[in-house]
């Protein structure tokens, strides 16, 4: 029997989860896999943590190897085999061997492409200077761990705040190394907005790591001490052993684009829902290719391993002819960073504001991962957006040592379903002691948000307060003797209904707390009272943020 061949360019999340999805789909294809580098399957979200020595064996990187793939799912693959030209009319590939120098032709009824994204390497002065680095495969990875150890690396400087830069940053700081960090927008890790990112940049400084923002590097220098500088017109970093680029990543288009095989507006590969290019037969998964964002219908990236397999998954069901459709990406993510965790969904306020819209809200909270009675509470910083119009829930950022993620994978969830701030209110999450709350922390957001659309709970945010304003903090005294928040008055919560005369009639008085509990319920009996109260939301760790 003729078997169909498909060809998968490149390994890795993408290609190797296309390959291993084919295989248990049918045994009615040859299926190949072309891989230009020394290993068709990686953790490259493990790299960081190798150079840090918290991963200690290599081995432990690599996922699976070619005699894997063959013995157990009869496919095979060739490394350091690179595909440099692509015959969509005559359905061939060219294909050289990268040590051999070999060339050779090789047809395919089914092509898929995962070439995935390289680094991003500014064409600027200094840049292939020894020392400046890249992290993208084990190799790189090697490379670096190889260059602190001959070099006796004490300083380190990493240019972009991303997460790989600061999962690297993280992991430097872990074998001794001094680490600073320039990033060139206005706040680290840039897919959070301003306000949460605050909570990383001091995690970052706590742990003595150096930060500077708004510094976009120009150039790289050797200094006459020997140590790399990056630098611009007015400003220089500070001079480091070794400098780590995390400056973003470029699809891998090139072979595609000399194919001509349509290439989006956001500069990945174009494909349909279900991962199929402008050419019959051809598909495209992974970092290389352009999706869409589910919550604003428009185009874009998405670097992340879980979407490759996703996509993988779609294009092999395709292929083998079940139907199948890949909806888009919500941007769910998370790092882990100095024992705290940082999670994200769907849009945020920076975000939708760049965008122009404006029916939005959100709400902050401050609440634990779990009852405070019991030991080991700690906080979740906390943000939910949603659709003043309905309810619709459109983002959320949890931040915290413990439970953050799961919160944000709950959101995640809805987010799929289309769900508002009621589904959100009434979800049935886990509860006992030691994992969370009768009213959960994302639950607690939400009954928040209804009620501020609802009428009941009108809120205010840190950007209300100005000269004008009426601030009432109804913290305790000893609170506020420790903490003062500059021009509020303050009447504990404790006094407010006998004190209350003492308030303005007639002006807009925003009220506070610690974190957000006691300033609602301040404000709903002022407003019950015909005053008319906004709650800060989030209270005082917000609005001093």
Same mark, same amino acid.
């Given at each position: 029997m003729n078997k169909k061949r498909t060809i998968i360019v490149g390994g890795v999340a993408g290609g190797a989860t296309v390959a291993a999805r084919l295989s248990r789909l049918g045994t009615d294809r040859e299926i190949i896999i072309i891989e230009r580098g020394k290993h068709v399957s990686f953790a490259n979200c493990g790299l960081p943590y190798y150079i840090g020595g918290v991963i200690e064996q290599e081995s432990s990187l690599l996922l699976a190897t070619p005699e894997l793939f063959q013995t157990r799912y009869g496919i095979e693959v060739l490394l350091q085999h690179e595909v440099y030209t692509i015959d969509p009319q005559q359905r061939t590939v060219g294909v050289a061997n990268l040590v051999t120098g070999e060339k050779m032709q090789m047809p395919y009824d089914e092509l898929v492409l995962s070439p995935g994204a390289a680094p991003l390497r500014p064409p600027m002065p200094g840049i292939n200077l020894p020392g400046v680095m890249t992290l993208r495969t084990v190799p790189d990875a090697n490379a670096i761990r190889r260059y602190i150890a001959e070099h006796k690396v004490r300083r380190a400087l990493v240019i972009g705040a991303g997460f790989i830069g600061l999962e690297v940053a993280e992991n430097l700081k872990l074998v001794g190394i001094e680490v600073n960090i320039v990033e060139g927008g206005s706040h680290v890790l840039p897919p959070l907005d301003a306000h949460m990112s605050t909570y990383v940049e001091e995690l970052l400084t706590a742990h003595g790591i150096g930060v500077e923002v708004g510094k976009i590097a120009k150039g790289i220098r050797r200094c006459e001490?020997?140590? @790399?500088?990056?630098?611009?017109?007015?400003?220089?970093?500070?001079?480091?052993?070794?400098?780590?680029?995390?400056?973003? /990543?470029?699809?891998?288009? +090139?072979?595609? =684009?000399?194919?001509?095989?349509?290439?989006?507006?956001?500069?990945?590969?174009?494909?349909?829902?279900?991962?199929?290019?402008?050419?019959?037969?051809?598909?495209?998964?992974?970092?290389?290719?352009?999706?869409?964002?589910?919550? +604003?219908?428009?185009?874009?990236?998405?670097?992340?391993?879980? /979407?490759?397999?996703? =996509?993988?998954?779609?294009?092999?069901?395709?292929?083998?002819?079940?139907?199948?459709?890949?909806?888009?990406?919500?941007? +769910?993510?998370? @790092?882990?960073?100095?024992?705290?965790?940082?999670?994200?969904?769907?849009?945020?306020?920076?975000?939708? +504001?760049?965008?122009?819209? /404006?029916?939005?809200?959100?709400?902050?909270?401050?609440?634990? =991962?779990?009852?405070?009675?019991?030991?080991?509470?700690?906080?979740?910083?906390?943000?939910?957006?949603?659709?003043?119009?309905?309810?619709?829930?459109?983002?959320?950022?949890?931040?915290?040592?413990?439970?953050?993620?799961?919160?944000?994978?709950?959101?995640?969830?809805?987010?799929?379903?289309?769900?508002?701030?009621?589904?959100?209110?009434?979800?049935?999450?886990?509860?006992?002691?030691?994992?969370?709350?009768?009213?959960?922390?994302?639950?607690?957001?939400?009954? /928040?948000?209804?009620?501020?659309?609802?009428?009941?709970?009108?809120?205010?945010?840190?950007?209300?307060?100005?000269?004008?304003?009426?601030? @009432?903090?109804?913290?305790?005294?000893?609170?506020?003797?420790?903490?003062?928040?500059?021009?509020?008055?303050?009447?504990?919560?404790?006094?407010?209904?006998?004190?209350?005369?003492?308030?303005?009639?007639?002006?807009?008085?925003?009220?506070?707390c610690q974190s957000g509990v006691r300033g609602h319920t301040a404000t709903t009996f002022l407003n019950n009272m015909n005053y008319q109260a906004y709650h800060l939301s989030g209270g005082y760790l917000s609005i001093t943020r």
């Open positions: 001490n020997g140590r @790399l500088q990056a630098y611009n017109d007015t400003w220089n970093s500070v001079d480091a052993d070794l400098i780590l680029l995390s400056v973003g /990543v470029r699809p891998e288009i +090139t072979l595609a =684009q000399n194919a001509g095989l349509r290439i989006g507006e956001t500069g990945g590969i174009w494909v349909d829902e279900h991962m199929r290019t402008s050419f019959p037969g051809v598909w495209a998964v992974g970092d290389a290719v352009q999706t869409t964002n589910c919550l +604003t219908g428009q185009p874009t990236r998405l670097a992340m391993a879980g /979407v490759a397999q996703k =996509q993988a998954r779609v294009a092999a069901d395709d292929i083998a002819g079940r139907p199948a459709v890949f909806r888009g990406v919500f941007g +769910t993510a998370v @790092l882990r960073l100095f024992g705290t965790t940082i999670s994200m969904t769907g849009l945020n306020i920076d975000t939708l +504001t760049r965008s122009g819209d /404006v029916d939005f809200e959100y709400v902050d909270g401050h609440h634990p =991962q779990h009852v405070a009675y019991y030991p080991g509470a700690s906080p979740i910083h906390a943000r939910l957006v949603y659709r003043c119009s309905d309810g619709k829930l459109l983002g959320y950022t949890a931040i915290g040592k413990s439970g953050a993620a799961r919160r944000t994978d709950v959101v995640a969830a809805l987010l799929a379903c289309n769900a508002t701030v009621y589904d959100l209110a009434e979800a049935e999450l886990c509860y006992s002691p030691q994992e969370g709350s009768p009213k959960d922390a994302a639950n607690m957001l939400a009954l /928040v948000a209804i009620n501020n659309l609802e009428g009941l709970h009108p809120i205010a945010h840190k950007d209300d307060i100005n000269a004008d304003s009426f601030l @009432l903090d109804v913290r305790e005294p000893a609170e506020v003797l420790k903490s003062p928040y500059p021009g509020a008055v303050n009447i504990p919560l404790s006094q407010l209904r006998e004190r209350a005369p003492e308030l303005p009639h007639g002006q807009k008085i925003l009220v506070f």
